[in-house]
């Protein structure tokens, strides 16, 4: 924490959720001070200087609650100046011989974990977008690792047909709808006009960055526009409520490249057409963004699920024929051992606390017949380079949760956990800890980088 200038004390009012522990506060000019924290509310007095208003804190002890699943250690209330006339029982501290850790070498903590890991293959982004009425493809690429090259344009296979997109390198995004995306990116944009039909709607389009050969450069990297899809079109509020503030364009384009993308793997791991495929579950079906784009005689076979009630209530009234229902936040889930030959999920095991999951592991394993597949999103290794890259975004202790292989940054309100408030969180992964620990309730076939813009598809299959 650092102090204003100006003064040598700060009194600093912190609430302490354990019975009793110590708080112990250092500064590099006036040294360390211990001081003893009681349950509740405590007035801590910190001595800095103004050659150095920087102090740094440990608690301890810090331990979880019943209530909620981090540890907690001190929350701070207010800082005041000190003294202050009028306050009483002020801890002035006693001299400690404590001094922080040194500071993880981020940069190179980054380059071991995150650029050799995640950045050697490179990866692409493709995303339709509107823009004053129109539509536009917007592509964000990062080159492997290995190549050093200046891109002045990118070969798109567009349907088919070889397209050159010119790209550039932004500083910081400007003007693109991914400018939290590290500045290394080249991003590029180019009209959709010209594919739209007779009636103003874009046909079918299957696109993506392309190598010498026309194939994919990037593999499941794409983007699929198979239109409005089954269905009426949710409204923003409950688009919300699955993916934060997003435009339809993108809940369109993001549920067509899913569906395409899943009917694609499935094929490949099993010799056979999606069609041939037994009953599928769609685990987390919100308002149906992937769902709506299965055809009629597969939703015959599709079963949706989610604890979010507004939208399986949507999903009941706008997309009729679907098998949907509300589920708990914890199993069982309602139906019997070995039924589905396909799990899938999007976002799911990205909003569940790491105890919990070994639960819903053990669930999924339980409903998928033996040889089935469940497929499921996870912020890993994708997700971590865009939120450590050196862009003035790397915490310190970076290097403690790459070695621990899982974050959760606490708990996400946007309305869909209301039957059982702070079970919905923000979790991430690596992909070392998965193969670890996810093996012990599946064969851990692969993990698809990027399947999802910035989640990655870890692929199960049951033993």
Avoid at 36 to 48: D, E, K
Avoid at 441 to 461: G, H, I, P, T
């Amino acid at each position: 924490m650092r102090f204003r200038a100006g003064g040598e004390q700060a009194l600093l009012a912190v609430y302490y959720p354990h019975e009793y522990g110590t708080l112990t506060a250092h500064n590099k000019v006036t040294g360390s001070r211990g001081y003893q924290l009681r349950q509740g509310a405590n007035l801590v007095a910190v001595s800095y200087s103004n050659l150095d208003t920087l102090c740094h804190f440990s608690v301890a002890p810090r331990r979880t609650l019943p209530s909620d699943g981090r540890e907690l250690g001190i929350m701070v209330q207010s800082v005041r100046a000190y003294p202050e006339a009028g306050t009483v029982d002020v801890d002035e501290g006693k001299p400690s011989d404590w001094t922080p850790p040194a500071r993880a070498r981020t940069n190179e903590v980054l380059a071991r974990h995150l650029l050799e890991s995640f950045m050697g293959p490179g990866f692409a982004l493709l995303q339709a977008t509107p823009r004053n009425g129109e539509f536009f493809l917007e592509i964000t690429l990062y080159l492997p690792a290995a190549e050093a090259l200046q891109l002045h344009s990118v070969p798109l296979s567009v349907n088919g047909e070889i397209v050159d997109l010119s790209v550039r390198q932004s500083a910081d995004g400007t003007g693109f709808d991914t400018p939290h995306l590290p500045s290394i990116a080249y991003r590029g944009r180019m009209s959709l006009e010209a594919y739209r039909g007779a009636e103003g709607e874009l046909p079918w389009l299957d696109i993506f960055v392309a190598n010498a050969e026309g194939k994919e450069r990037f593999p499941m990297q794409s983007l699929h526009w198979r239109g409005r899809g089954y269905g009426n079109t949710p409204s923003e509020d409950h688009m919300f409520r699955i993916a934060g503030k997003i435009k339809e364009p993108y809940f369109l384009g993001s549920g067509a490249t899913w569906f395409v993308k899943l009917s694609a793997l499935y094929e490949r791991l099993t010799g056979r057409h999606i069609d041939a495929c037994g009953p599928i579950l769609d685990w987390g079906v919100g308002c149906g963004r992937i769902a709506r784009h299965f055809p009629e005689h597969l939703r015959a076979k599709l079963y949706g699920v989610d604890i979010d009630r507004v939208n399986i209530d949507w999903c009941r009234e706008n997309m009729p024929g679907l098998s949907v229902q509300v589920t708990s936040p914890s199993p069982p889930l309602p139906f019997d051992d070995g039924y589905f030959e396909l799990i899938y999920s999007h976002s799911v095991l990205t909003h569940i606390a790491e105890q919990e999951q070994h639960t819903w592991l053990r669930e999924l394993k339980r409903i998928t017949k033996p040889g089935g597949l469940c497929v499921t999103t996870v912020l890993n290794e994708v997700s971590w380079f865009v939120r450590f890259y050196p862009d003035g975004r790397t915490p310190d202790n970076i290097a403690e949760y790459l070695e621990a292989g899982f974050i959760d940054d606490g708990s996400l309100d946007v309305g869909v956990d209301a039957a059982s408030p702070g079970v919905y969180r923000n979790v991430s992964h690596t992909t070392r800890y998965i193969e670890r620990v996810w093996s012990e309730y599946f064969e851990v076939v692969s993990v698809v980088q990027n399947f999802a813009d910035l989640q990655s598809l870890v692929v199960l299959r049951r033993r």
